[in-house]
């Protein structure tokens, strides 16, 4: 029997759904992405531990992934083992002012409670479109709020044991944690947050997500914000004035409502955005001297 299919069978047998030749498409927002060889979906923290020490003793590359908002997938698609953490919603606990979730949990759902528990503090991520484990991967962060100023612990599942980070240890910075890079897997996150006034919370995320409404192209398949932010600038600005709005390769292109985003207008593949991220790098760089960075990570 193959890696691949001692995997398979073996994360069938905890419970896991396991998903062969899937493609990535379907579970990024970009609506792009190849087949990955395996797709599993883990039930819990210790289903996902076992299912990442076997692809480790079978030196099968393996990434958690949570709703695929901030990932541009190749054609070719992904080799080796997708590991998705289910978002169960029983994954959410209130403690005090403490909001602890299971990393698969919808942000969504983890702004729906800490509201339910007048809670203030994590309305920035409402319209987020990702997970909660996806988020502290990220230091995720809109409207002047982050990631970084409410977690105070995640915990993980990594090489040989599990482990958490607390307070500093997490290394928190602009689209980047403890995590990025580590090849670690977050598995539960412990949010501090304040009494708060349900209504006024309530009132705060429906400003936010109308702001994103009248701002972003949510009505095409995007990964958000294609940059980071400059020091000092706005990628989107920079982009829209270098006349780049409605620039395109293939299907995809820069967003006429707003420039910092690469829309999916239907079919397009991740080399049509490739190709179109390097055009507005190079034109940017041209016209203002300023080097974009990619914010979505690219597989
Ligand atoms: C319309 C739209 C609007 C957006 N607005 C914002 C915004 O305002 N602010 C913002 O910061 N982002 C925004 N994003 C980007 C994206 O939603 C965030 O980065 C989000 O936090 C990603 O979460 P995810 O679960 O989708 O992660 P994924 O895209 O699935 O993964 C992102 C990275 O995290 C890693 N990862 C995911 N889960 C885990 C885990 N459990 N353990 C270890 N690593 C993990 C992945 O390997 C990958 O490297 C937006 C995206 C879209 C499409």
């Given at each position: 029997m193959a890696a691949l299919e001692r995997i398979a069978a073996a994360a069938r047998a905890a419970g896991a759904q396991v998903l062969e030749g899937e493609p990535m498409r379907l579970h990024t927002s970009f609506k792009i992405g190849g087949p990955a060889e395996l797709f599993i979906t883990a039930a819990s923290a210790a289903s996902a531990a076992g299912i990442a020490g076997l692809c480790e003793r079978e030196e099968l590359p393996f990434l958690a992934i949570g709703n695929g908002s901030n990932l541009l997938v190749s054609d070719a698609g992904v080799k080796g083992v997708i590991l998705r953490l289910a978002g169960d919603p029983s994954g959410i606990a209130l403690q005090g002012t403490e909001l602890i979730c299971s990393a698969g949990v919808q942000l969504s759902a983890a702004c729906g409670a800490a509201h339910d528990g007048s809670l203030?503090?994590?309305?920035?991520?409402?319209?987020?479109?990702?997970t909660v484990g996806g988020a502290v991967f990220m230091n995720a962060g809109a409207y002047g709020g982050e990631m970084k100023d409410i977690v105070v612990r995640a915990e993980h599942i990594g090489r040989q044991s599990a482990g958490a980070f607390e307070g500093p240890d997490l290394c928190f910075g602009y689209r980047r944690?403890?995590?990025?890079?580590?090849?670690l897997i977050i598995t539960k996150v412990r949010f501090r947050l304040r009494r708060g006034d349900a209504g006024a919370i309530e009132s705060r995320m429906r400003l936010l997500l109308q702001r994103r409404r009248e701002k972003?192209?949510?009505?095409y398949p995007s990964a958000g914000s294609v940059f980071k932010r400059p020091e000092g600038r706005y990628a989107g600005a920079l982009i829209e004035g270098c006349g780049l709005k409605g620039a395109s390769e293939g299907a995809a292109m820069v967003s006429e409502?707003?420039?910092g985003f690469i829309i999916n207008?239907?079919?397009?593949t991740c080399a049509d955005v490739r190709k179109l991220i390097e055009r507005i790098q190079n034109e940017v760089l041209r016209q203002t001297g300023v080097a974009l960075e990619c914010e979505i990570r690219i597989l």
């Amino acid at each position: 029997m193959a890696a691949l299919e001692r995997i398979a069978a073996a994360a069938r047998a905890a419970g896991a759904q396991v998903l062969e030749g899937e493609p990535m498409r379907l579970h990024t927002s970009f609506k792009i992405g190849g087949p990955a060889e395996l797709f599993i979906t883990a039930a819990s923290a210790a289903s996902a531990a076992g299912i990442a020490g076997l692809c480790e003793r079978e030196e099968l590359p393996f990434l958690a992934i949570g709703n695929g908002s901030n990932l541009l997938v190749s054609d070719a698609g992904v080799k080796g083992v997708i590991l998705r953490l289910a978002g169960d919603p029983s994954g959410i606990a209130l403690q005090g002012t403490e909001l602890i979730c299971s990393a698969g949990v919808q942000l969504s759902a983890a702004c729906g409670a800490a509201h339910d528990g007048s809670l203030t503090g994590l309305e920035f991520a409402y319209g987020i479109p990702g997970t909660v484990g996806g988020a502290v991967f990220m230091n995720a962060g809109a409207y002047g709020g982050e990631m970084k100023d409410i977690v105070v612990r995640a915990e993980h599942i990594g090489r040989q044991s599990a482990g958490a980070f607390e307070g500093p240890d997490l290394c928190f910075g602009y689209r980047r944690s403890a995590y990025t890079g580590s090849g670690l897997i977050i598995t539960k996150v412990r949010f501090r947050l304040r009494r708060g006034d349900a209504g006024a919370i309530e009132s705060r995320m429906r400003l936010l997500l109308q702001r994103r409404r009248e701002k972003q192209p949510l009505d095409y398949p995007s990964a958000g914000s294609v940059f980071k932010r400059p020091e000092g600038r706005y990628a989107g600005a920079l982009i829209e004035g270098c006349g780049l709005k409605g620039a395109s390769e293939g299907a995809a292109m820069v967003s006429e409502k707003h420039a910092g985003f690469i829309i999916n207008t239907g079919g397009a593949t991740c080399a049509d955005v490739r190709k179109l991220i390097e055009r507005i790098q190079n034109e940017v760089l041209r016209q203002t001297g300023v080097a974009l960075e990619c914010e979505i990570r690219i597989l």
